[in-house]
Every structure is written in C-alpha cells, then in structure tokens.
C-alpha cells in the first residue's frame, strides 16, 4: 500500500523540465540528467566584483549567477572569499564552457572561464563533480532569455 501511495504521489510531482522558470532558481541539464540551484542574482559591476566575498555560509543547494551585458572573457578569483566554489562558465546561449573546480578560498590566483561567456555560476566547491556536471551541460533562468538552449517557457 505505502509503495503504492509514493508512486502515484511522484506521478502529481512535475519535473524540473515542466517547471516554470524562476529568478531565484537556475535549473542545469546534462548527461547526469537535471538539478536545480537556488541562486542570487549579481548583474551590476559592483554585484558581479563583491559576489560571495566574505560570505560564511551557502545554502547546500545554493549558488550565484553572475550575468554580464554581453559575452566576456572573465577572470574570477577568491580574494575575501572563506568558501571553497566550484565556477561555472557558460556561453551566451546557456552552455557550459569551462569549470574552475574547487577554487581555493583566499587564493588571488585568476581563475579563466574562456572567451564568450556571458554567464558564470557558483556552487559549493566539490558540487559539479559529486552531481557529475560536465562542459555541454546547460543552464535555464530567465536572464538568458529565449535564445538560449534551454529556455524558459
């Protein structure tokens, strides 16, 4: 009976692809299939420079998106910042370019996403390889507009 009862419950639940798509939340795609990230939004100059500087804590699901004007060739590194991340690079259309995995905390070494990238998330560090995120994957939220591989409906 219980077995039953779970089975028509994770028919009622939608799946992350049916889900709408919400500024507080970055959905990611690929072969490890889907996820998605609470996130905070740093898309003005002094947002995108402070980013999780000096932030202690992060949701164990939560991330930043950074969003930039137009493609870019971003350098990040971890000045001020305690938290070990995984960065994330994505091209304009929403797919993922380049990793800078475990970035160590403090560490002023920059961190190169590539060239043509206009989106860049952080994660907990150790994240992308544990979920087995991998360059091709693709990311959903409303900043990417309907251009993007992934867009919202």
Known sequence: MTRLFIIALAGLTPSLS???????HVDLRGD????????EIADTPDERSKGL??????????????VYDAPTD??????????PLDILF?????ELTAIQA???????TGLPGGEDVQFVLEIHGGLAER???????EI??????QGGVWPCE
Do not use: Y
């Open 74 to 83: 971003p350098v990040f590194w971890m000045k001020n910042t305690p938290l």
């Open 32 to 39: 490890f299939g889907q996820v998605r990230f609470s996130t």
């Open 140 to 145: 959903r939220h409303p900043q990417i507009g």
């Open 102 to 108: 475990d970035a160590i905390p403090f560490d002023e």
């Open 53 to 66: 500087m000096f932030r202690e804590d992060l949701p164990r699901m939560g991330s930043m998106l950074f």
């Open 131 to 137: 979920l087995g995120i991998e360059e091709g994957a």
């Open 18 to 24: 049916a889900a709408a798509c919400s500024g507080s």
């Open 90 to 94: 994505f091209s304009p259309e929403g």
